[in-house]
């Protein structure tokens, strides 16, 4: 089984945290959200974590440890992920792009640090 850490924000609070994934059958299933700094994340790499397929929550995902949401979005100018409280008004925690974010559950490319 294939497991990875991938990095997401908190727009509310700007504290990132990082989300264990598992591959199954070729997508993906988060199962674990946990605090994480950017620093630490840097230096383990996660902030450079690749995917690409569905990002489906696990049974009994907790989400964001933060805010407690268990969606996110993937914003379309800087490609990262931020978690979402299914407000019209939609907030990039890693750029501070609002609006045009996409909001999606289908397939995702992840990218996490630039390229
Ligand atoms: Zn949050
Ligand atoms: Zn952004």
């Known amino acids: ?33 946990f605090p994480l700094d950017e620093g630490r994340a840097s230096r383990e790499g996660y902030d450079r974590t690749k995917i690409t397929g569905n990002l489906s929550p696990a049974e009994g995902f907790n989400g964001c440890p933060y805010c407690g949401s268990k969606e996110f979005v993937i914003c379309g100018r800087c490609g990262k992920l931020s978690c979402w409280n299914k407000e019209e008004r939609i907030t990039c925690g890693w750029c501070g792009l609002t609006g045009d974010i996409t909001t999606t559950t289908d397939a995702v490319s992840v990218r996490g640090g630039d390229m």
């Not at 990095?7 to 959200?33: F, H, N, Q």
């Open 1 to 33: 089984m294939k497991a990875n850490v991938i990095l997401m924000k908190c727009p509310e609070t700007k504290r990132s945290y990082g989300v264990r994934i598992e591959e199954r059958g070729g997508d993906w299933l988060r199962t674990w959200a």
